[in-house]
Every structure is written in C-alpha cells, then in structure tokens.
C-alpha cells in the first residue's frame, strides 16, 4: 500500500471489503463482521449507525474533529468539520461513491487510518500525523463526517470555533495585528481592519502548525482576486511575522500566499482612512 500511488478512497475501501458475488449487502452480514470485531469496534459501529443518543457530545469525536482541523484540515476539505484544504482529495467526495454502493461507515475508518500510518511516500501527506488513541478519534471523527449531510450537533457543533469570527482589528500607534486562526483552520481571526494612514507594521502572530504569510495587495478584492501584493511577509507556523508598509487611504485586501488558502477563505478587508 505504501508504494501505491494516489488512488480513490473508493477502491481502496473496495479492496478491504470485496464486494459479495450478487453485488447485495445484508444486515446479518454487517453484523457478523461486528460481532466478529473487538468490543470497542462494536460500540463504534453502534455509535456510527445512529443510535447514541448523546453522538455530539462522544468525547472522542471532540478530540478527533479538533485534530482533524488542526492536523488535516489544511490539505483536506470535510463540510461538517468546515475545513477546506485542496492539497489532498477533498473527503466528502472521495468516501462519496463507496458509502453509495452501500460499504459501511466503519471502512471509511480503516482507510483513514492506514493512510495516517501508510501515506504515499512521494506524496504531499506526512506521516503519522497523529497516533495512538488520537489517530483513533480521527478516523472516528472522518468515519462519522464524511458526505453526511447537515451540521455537526451537541458539543461537537462548538468543538472548534468559526474561522474569521473574531473582533476586527484596529490599528494604535502604527502598529496592526491580524492573526492567524490558532487551531490551523485557513483563516485570519479577524476578517475585517482598519487603520490610519502613514507607517504601520502588520504583524501576523500563527500559532497553529499551518504554515502561512499575510500580503497585503489594493482593493477589495476578496477570495479570487490576482492583484500584485504591495507587500509580503515571511512563511511561518508557530511564529509571528512582521511587514512594515505605509499605507495611503483606501481599500486593501489581506491574504495568505500559500496555494489554496486565499480561496479556502485565508483573506480579509483593509479600511485605510
Ligand atoms: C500536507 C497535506 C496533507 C495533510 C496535512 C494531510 N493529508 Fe491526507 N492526503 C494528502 C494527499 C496529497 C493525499 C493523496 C494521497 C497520498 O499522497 O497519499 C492524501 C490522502 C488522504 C486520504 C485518502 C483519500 C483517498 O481518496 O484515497 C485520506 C483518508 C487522508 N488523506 C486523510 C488525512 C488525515 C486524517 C489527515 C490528518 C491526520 C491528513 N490526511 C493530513 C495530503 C495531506
């Protein structure tokens, strides 16, 4: 497996779990292949089918969606976790076709932790991002996620907080601070800033694991624009980042360099008055 390229979640579930001769899945097969799992597999399973009550507030699904975000979220897309990376497949989409021909939620889990250990090696994914019982909950989490409609409910809904939803950040004495979302989602705290005109240091604090940079370029030009950046910070992750411009009245757009962020969201608005 290490050695094969990228391919489709779909035929890898399919190699786990061939498919039977008549093409039909029963019940009673699903749960001869429960029964014969350890019991925590079975609780799983249970909890996968619907029938805990308490599903968002499961501890583990907390533990798995807040590493999902930080640890994957920056490659991967996942509506429920609200995540939108494109480096690597987008996973509602990749577990979209194995899930409609009828394969169990509990083989997406499978996968999700093989290709933790087992990433292609000339591929973008690092290794063992997380292990042990985190890299458990995170294949639960992706298990429980992947291409079901709706929103996340309970505890689970407040796991992690919404990207962007900070207060705006103002400019004091030339000095002006937008961070960058601290549990590695692709997105500034704040979507929106204002300063005077003159000298002012933008400064970038990251603490998450992601790596980014802030670029300032003129107008308002939101998640797609392809202006020329008037200037640009350093990549960093687990830092904080400076760029002094000085800035004449108007419109700007703050956004991160690194592929795919801007238009996963990594942007905001500058008012310069
Ligand atoms: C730096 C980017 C990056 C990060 C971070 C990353 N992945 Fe991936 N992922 C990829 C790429 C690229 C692929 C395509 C196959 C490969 O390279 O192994 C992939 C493939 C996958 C697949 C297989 C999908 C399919 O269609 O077969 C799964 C599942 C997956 N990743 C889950 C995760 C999980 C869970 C995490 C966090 C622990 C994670 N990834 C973190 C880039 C990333």
Request: proline letters at 6%; one cysteine or more; aromatic letters at 4%.
């Amino acid at each position: 497996m290490a050695n094969v390229p990228a391919e489709s979640a779909a035929r890898r579930v399919s190699q786990c779990r061939p498919a039977p001769a008549d093409g039909r899945r029963t019940c009673a097969s699903a749960r001869t292949r429960r029964a014969a799992g350890a019991l925590a597999l079975a609780a799983l399973a249970l909890a996968a089918g619907g029938c805990s009550v308490k599903g968002g507030d499961n501890p583990n699904l907390i533990l798995g969606k807040q590493a999902f975000v930080a640890k994957c979220g920056s490659c991967h897309t996942l509506a429920r976790a609200s995540t939108k990376g494109i480096v690597g497949p987008n996973l509602d989409e990749a577990f979209h076709q194995a899930l409609a021909e009828g394969e169990g939620r509990s083989t997406i889990r499978g996968v999700v932790e093989m290709q933790i250990k087992n990433p292609n090696p000339e591929g973008a994914m690092p290794k063992d991002l997380v292990s042990g019982s985190l890299a458990r909950d995170v294949a639960e989490y992706v298990e429980q996620s992947a291409s079901k409609p709706g929103k996340d409910t309970g505890l689970l809904a407040s796991a992690v907080p919404a990207p962007g939803a900070g207060k705006p950040a103002v400019e004091k004495a030339g000095k002006l601070e937008i961070d960058a979302n601290p549990e590695g989602q692709l997105a500034y705290q704040a979507s929106s800033a204002s300063a005077s005109a003159g000298p002012v240091t933008l400064t970038m604090a990251n603490m998450s694991g992601v790596t980014h940079n802030i670029a300032l370029e003129a107008g308002a030009g939101g998640a797609n624009a392809k202006g020329t950046a008037i200037a640009a910070s350093s990549f960093i992750c687990k830092g904080s980042t400076s760029i002094n411009v000085t800035l004449k009245p108007g419109t700007y757009t703050y956004f991160c360099q690194v592929p795919g962020h801007r238009a996963a969201g990594m942007y905001g608005t500058l008012t310069v008055k």
